[in-house]
Antibody
Framework: QVQLQESGPGLVKPSQTLSLTCTVS??????????WTWIRQPAGGGLEYIGRVHTSGTTNYNPSLNSRVTISADTSKNQFSLKLRSVTAADTAVYYC???????????????????WGPGILVTVSS | SYVLTQPPSVSVAPGETAMITCGGN??????VQWYQQKPGQAPVLVIYYDSDRPSGIPERFSGSKSGNTATLTISRVEAGDEADYYC???????????FGTGTEVTVL
């Protein structure tokens, strides 16, 4: 049974860096079959892709957040992490980590779907 | 960027059929996924690759596409199906996934 669990501070001050970790059990993030992904959802709002990391170290970020985001993986701990810099109140949301299936065709790879999600963690940006 | 449009809400009586639409340009040529999200919970994948069901998802959930519209159909609706439903595709132009606006399903 694959399980993901987000952890980190629930409150971050404006202009600081939001840092979250996702711990994976029941699967290895070293598997080449998946992308390990962060997705967020503001209160009452829809789902927004933040970015992903592959065991090879390659990353992909939402262009709207690209300049502020870093996602990395620690295979020794079977964890992957999110750092979002210079946060504002607009970054207040529930943050989910998820496992994305990796599909490759014609020399490019992408995630068609997300099959396992963590329960989510609410992060509030406020002074 | 790619936009997926869903109706904000759908209401259905128990035992009836709910149909949730997802509109997008040229959606017929890309795979569509559907997620169910109950209040306070993470999304759950209910349909992938347009019409495939993950293990554990009831056969009452089915997916289809026609023209520029994908549809999630829930047959014999139960009270436990009350949730928000999101469609999702991979946008090859921007190289990231896009989620629909979400549809709240209310069981009367």
């Amino acid at each position: 049974q694959v399980q993901l669990q987000e952890s980190g501070p629930g409150l971050v001050k404006p202009s600081q860096t939001l840092s979250l970790t996702c711990t994976v059990s029941g699967d290895s993030i070293s598997s080449s079959n998946y992308y390990w992904t962060w997705i967020r959802q503001p209160a009452g709002g829809g789902l927004e892709y933040i970015g992903r990391v592959h065991t090879s170290g390659t990353t992909n970020y939402n262009p709207s957040l690209n300049s502020r985001v870093t996602i990395s993986a620690d295979t020794s701990k079977n964890q992957f992490s999110l750092k979002l810099r210079s946060v504002t109140a607009a970054d207040t949301a529930v943050y989910y980590c998820a496992r994305g299936w990796r599909y490759c065709s014609g020399g490019s790879c992408y995630t068609p779907y997300f099959d396992y999600w963590g329960p989510g963690i609410l992060v509030t940006v406020s002074s | 960027s790619y936009v997926l449009t869903q109706p904000p809400s759908v209401s259905v009586a128990p035992g009836e059929t709910a149909m949730i639409t997802c509109g997008g340009n040229n959606i017929g040529s890309i795979s569509v996924q559907w997620y169910q999200q109950k209040p306070g919970q993470a999304p759950v994948l209910v349909i992938y690759y347009d019409s495939d069901r993950p293990s554990g998802i009831p056969e009452r959930f089915s997916g289809s596409k026609s023209g520029n519209t994908a549809t999630l159909t829930i047959s014999r609706v139960e009270a436990g199906d009350e949730a928000d439903y999101y469609c999702q595709v991979w946008d090859g132009i921007s190289d990231h996934p896009v989620f629909g606006t979400g549809t709240e399903v209310t069981v009367l």
